[in-house]
């Protein structure tokens, strides 16, 4: 069984610059997760999918971040202007449903200048 | 405010003596605790989990504990092996109890485990 998919691996890009990230979850998986992960913490929770519908979206920066599931199953997140705080990598997760064990992909690590 | 605390930054161990690794919460609201492996530049890896009606789960080489009373779980490898060297986080979540974002895991800062030959 494939698992969960990012791209890219690594992004560098400067300050006030836009990026993407791209997530293809485990299939069949109805619920998707995006963290944040800064160097030397444990990854913090940004938004999350059951299908194509937000269930918590509590801790996403909506001045800057926004994501979406169009189809219920791949999902991008984009930040856009980027800030040196930024910088960390990204983790797509999925599960599936919600509260069952949850599934990482490698990651996007993304550094801004 | 960190509801999930991972006091131990790093722990080293020799090959084949056991590694105890440690967690403690603040939210009495977690109701379902597992940990996670990471090796450099992969995403975190699923290894055991504990609901909170019970106080042992073991998986091969792989033992969590729950002490719910002092808010308080451990992760035992034993025996130790070099290919466990990895950061281990602990993560805990609210599924049944916590309206809404059930599944929502709140992760600790990790555990650098370095086993030696």
Not at chain 1, 66 to 92: F, H, M, N, W
Not at chain 2, 6 to 20: D, K, T
Not at chain 2, 42 to 50: A, D, N, R, Y
Not at chain 2, 57 to 79: C, M, Q, W, Y
């Amino acid at each position: 069984e494939a698992g969960v998919a990012q791209s890219p691996r690594y992004k560098i890009i400067e300050k006030r610059q836009s990026v993407a990230f791209w997530c293809n979850p485990i299939s069949g998986h109805a619920t998707l997760y995006w963290y944040q992960q800064i160097l030397g913490q444990g990854p913090k929770l940004l938004i999350q999918f059951q299908n194509n519908g937000v269930v918590d979206d509590s801790q996403l920066p909506k001045d800057r971040f926004s994501a979406e599931r169009l189809k219920g199953v791949d999902s991008t997140l984009k930040i856009q202007p980027a800030k040196l705080e930024d910088s960390a990598v990204y983790l797509c997760a999925s599960s599936l449903d919600l509260g069952n064990t949850q599934y990482f992909g490698p990651g996007t690590r993304l550094t801004v200048l | 405010d960190q509801q999930v605390k991972q006091n131990s930054p790093s722990l080293s161990v020799q090959e084949g003596r056991i590694s105890i690794l440690n967690c403690d919460y603040t939210n009495s609201m977690f109701d379902y605790f597992l940990w996670y492996k990471k090796y450099p530049a992969e995403g975190p890896t699923f290894l055991i989990s504990i609901s909170s009606i019970k106080d042992k789960n073991e998986d091969g080489r792989f033992t969590v504990f729950l002490n719910k009373s002092a808010k308080h779980l451990s992760l035992h490898i034993v025996p130790s092996q070099p290919g466990d060297s990895a950061v281990y986080f602990c993560a805990a979540s609210a599924r049944m109890n916590y309206g809404g974002s059930q599944g929502n895991l709140i992760f600790g800062k990790g555990t650098k485990l370095s086993v030696k030959p």
